[in-house]
Nanobody, 125 residues
């Protein structure tokens, strides 16, 4: 059984930064695909970025490029989402997701089998 836990959320002022981490427990292999999504109240879950557990196939949503980066931290054994120049519109619950087979684009929630419980990010103006 795979479990995902997101950490690093919180309250930040507009223009600030946060780094979210996704810790995975269980049997995860290098070809697993990991994704970051977010969901604001009343909105659909939104793709932010994806990366293979081995650090390959990194992609960030076009709307986030220049502000968000996704990376694999081998020392911490996490998948991280660095978020800069945060705006009130970034307020949402942020989720980490995983799928065993990396042969997918990973842009849609339906492509993932495992989800974390989410971490709240609130950006004040």
């Amino acid at each position: 059984q795979v479990q995902l836990v997101e950490t690093g959320g919180g309250l930040v002022q507009a223009g600030g930064s946060l780094r979210l981490s996704c810790t995975a427990s269980g049997r995860i292999f290098g070809n697993w695909l990991m994704g970051w999504f977010r969901q604001a109240p009343g909105k659909e879950r939104e793709f932010l970025g994806r990366i293979m557990w081995n650090g390959a196939r990194t992609a960030v949503a076009d709307s986030m490029k220049g502000r968000f980066t996704i990376s694999r931290d081998i020392a911490k054994n996490t998948i991280d989402l660095q978020m800069n120049i945060l705006e009130p519109e970034d307020t949402a619950v942020y989720y980490c997701a995983a799928r065993p087979n990396g042969a997918a684009m990973g842009y849609f929630p339906s492509e993932y089998n495992y989800w974390g419980q989410g971490t709240q990010v609130t950006v004040s103006s």
